[in-house]
């Protein structure tokens, strides 16, 4: 697949054709980011527990553990890379992988604004301008007049 310009604009109808690949892509980041934010809480309260004070600290289960840990979440940080990679490519950016918010350059009456999907999202449905957060996001009306222009709502 060709490598993914940074100033690529999609259409609505662009984007969704390529959701049924997101929504999948988007379904492994969010359970990828959940894990491996649980896994960084347990790393945390281990070396607040049992912090490395001498050789037998570093040799001890606990250590042990921590690094297997360190070396997992170093893994999964470039398996998360993989999967924005994978969004990228096909014009979509990772927002917000806790929610899994995904963003793509578009057009809507003549100004440059965000389009945005999140899981539970059918179609799109929802555009934003700046960062995305969900009170940013505003209802897409496709109502398309005769002369085949896009209207959209207001702020919710």
Not at 100 to 128: A, I, K, M, N, Y
Request: proline content about 3%; glycine content about 8%; some cysteine.
């Amino acid at each position: 697949m060709a490598e993914l310009q940074k100033n690529r604009v999609l259409s609505v109808q662009d984007v969704n054709r390529r959701l049924p690949l997101v929504r999948c892509i988007v379904r492994d980041a969010m359970e990828l980011h959940q894990d491996m934010s649980q896994r960084r809480e347990r790393l945390r309260d281990l070396r607040e527990r049992y912090p490395v004070r001498n050789q037998e600290d570093a040799e001890s289960v606990y250590e042990q553990e921590v690094l297997q840990m360190e070396a997992e979440l170093t893994a999964d940080n470039q398996r998360m890379d993989e999967f924005e990679a994978e969004l990228r490519q096909i014009g979509g950016r990772l927002s917000d992988p806790a929610q899994g918010f995904v963003d793509f350059r578009g057009h809507l009456g003549g100004s440059d604004v965000w389009f945005c999907w999140r899981p539970g999202d059918t179609e799109l449905g929802f555009w934003h301008s700046g960062e995305c957060s969900e009170a940013r996001r505003r209802p897409l009306l496709t109502e398309t007049s005769a002369a085949g222009s896009s209207e959209f709502g207001q702020s919710c």
